[in-house]
C-alpha cells in the first residue's frame, strides 16, 4: 500500500468516502462527504501523481475571463508535466475534489459573488448548502482528506504588515502546521510582512524551502531580502523529503518557494510601488479581516495596469511545472 494511501487512511470518513466514489461509475453519486472526479480517483488508486490546485485564486484572485484561462492553463501545464490535476472548491455544499469545464467555469464566472472559504468558512459553506472557493488552508485540508500531498498555487497567506498589533496572521499558516501538504508557490507577496511570516511558519514547525535558490521568494520578486531556511533543487529532493515526513508522521505541511521566471520578474518593482499605495488605502478605508486580501490584489491589478495580472499568470504556470515534477518524483519513489 501507497503511503498516499495510507495516510487517506487514516481518515475514517474519508475511507467512505473513498470508497464509495471508487465503486460508483459517477462519482457525483458518492455517497461521502467528498466528490472527487474520475479522473483523480482513478490517478489516485493507481498511484500516479496527483496535484491539488485551490479556487480563490479564482473567484477571488483574478478578474473573468483571464482567471477562467488561467485554471484552464494551469491545470494544463500539470498535465503536460504527467500529473493529474486536482482543483478543490464546494459546490452547493459538497467538497468536489477535480472539477470539470463547466464548474470551473461556474467558479470563474461568478467570482467574489462565491464564498471565500478558510478551515474556519467549511462546515457552515457546507451547512448551508453555499458554493465555495476554498483557500489554502481549506484546499489543504480537503486535499489531505483525499490522500493528496502536493498542491500548487501562486502565493500563500501570511502575517500581515502591523500583525503584531492586530493579530491578522493567516489561517494558511496554522494549517500549514497541522496538514500534512506540500504547498508549491511562488512565495509571499511584499505587501505581507515576510520575515514574521517566515518565523510564524518555523514556530508551526513548517519546513520551508526555496526551490533552487537561497532566498525565500516574495511573488512577484525573485527576492525578499530573507534568506530562506533551507533549499530544495530538485524534485527527487522535494519527494524525499515529504516521503520522510510522512514516515514520520509529522502531520505538519511544508512550503517551497519557487521564484518567477527571470523574464517575467522585470514588472517586479512597478508591482512593489503599487502595493505600498494599496496598503495605504486599505488603512485609510479601515478594511478588516478576510477583505482585505482581495482588495490589496484587486487594487494592485488596477494600479498596474494589468501587468501584475500577467505576472501572476506566469508564474503561477512555472509552479504548476514543479508541483507536477514533485508529485510525479513522489509517485515514481
Ligand atoms: N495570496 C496571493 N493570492 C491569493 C491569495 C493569497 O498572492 O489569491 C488567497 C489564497 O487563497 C490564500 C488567501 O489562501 O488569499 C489568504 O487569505 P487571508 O489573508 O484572508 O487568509
Ligand atoms: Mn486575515
Request: net charge neutral; hydrophobic share 45%; aromatic share 4%.
Amino acid at each position: 500500500q501507497s503511503w498516499q494511501r495510507r495516510i487517506a487512511n487514516l481518515s475514517g470518513q474519508l475511507t467512505g468516502a473513498l470508497s464509495s466514489a471508487f465503486g460508483s461509475a459517477d462519482s457525483a453519486t458518492a455517497q461521502g462527504q467528498l466528490v472527487i472526479s474520475p479522473d483523480v480517483i482513478k490517478a489516485l488508486r493507481e498511484n500516479t501523481a496527483v496535484v491539488a490546485l485551490e479556487s480563490t485564486i479564482i473567484s477571488h484572485g483574478m478578474p473573468y475571463p483571464q482567471n477562467l484561462e488561467t485554471a484552464r492553463a494551469v491545470e494544463a501545464v500539470v498535465r503536460q508535466h504527467g500529473a493529474t490535476p486536482a482543483t478543490i472548491a464546494i459546490l452547493s455544499g459538497v467538497p468536489h475534489i477535480g472539477l470539470t469545464g463547466a464548474e470551473l467555469e461556474l467558479l470563474a464566472s461568478r467570482g467574489p459573488q462565491v464564498v471565500k472559504t478558510s478551515r474556519r468558512d467549511l462546515a457552515l459553506v457546507m451547512a448551508k448548502g453555499l458554493d465555495g472557493a476554498t483557500t489554502v488552508s481549506a484546499t489543504m485540508l480537503l486535499a489531505a482528506r483525499a490522500g493528496i500531498q502536493v498542491f500548487v498555487t501562486g502565493g500563500i497567506g501570511g502575517v500581515h504588515r502591523g500583525g503584531e498589533v492586530t493579530m491578522d496572521v493567516s489561517a494558511d499558516l496554522t494549517e500549514l502546521g497541522r496538514t500534512p501538504v506540500t504547498v508549491v508557490c511562488a512565495g509571499v507577496k511584499s505587501i505581507l510582512d515576510i520575515p514574521r511570516t517566515l518565523e510564524y511558519l518555523e514556530t508551526q514547525g513548517v519546513c520551508v524551502a526555496a526551490y533552487g535558490a537561497d532566498e525565500f521568494p516574495a511573488f512577484f520578486t525573485r527576492r525578499s531580502g530573507c534568506a530562506a531556511p533551507a533549499r530544495i533543487d530538485t524534485p527527487e529532493l522535494a519527494a524525499a523529503m515529504i516521503r520522510h515526513s510522512a514516515r514520520l508522521g509529522l502531520g505538519s505541511g511544508a512550503v517551497i518557494g519557487v521564484p518567477i521566471p527571470e523574464e517575467h520578474a522585470a514588472a517586479g518593482a512597478k508591482v512593489e510601488q503599487a502595493s505600498q499605495q494599496a496598503l495605504d488605502e486599505a488603512q485609510q478605508k479601515s478594511l478588516q479581516g478576510s477583505e482585505i486580501t482581495p482588495f490589496l490584489l484587486g487594487r494592485i491589478k488596477e494600479l498596474t495596469g494589468g501587468e501584475s495580472l500577467k505576472a501572476n499568470i506566469a508564474l503561477i504556470k512555472n509552479n504548476a511545472a514543479v508541483g507536477a515534477q514533485i508529485a510525479s518524483a513522489l509517485a515514481a519513489s
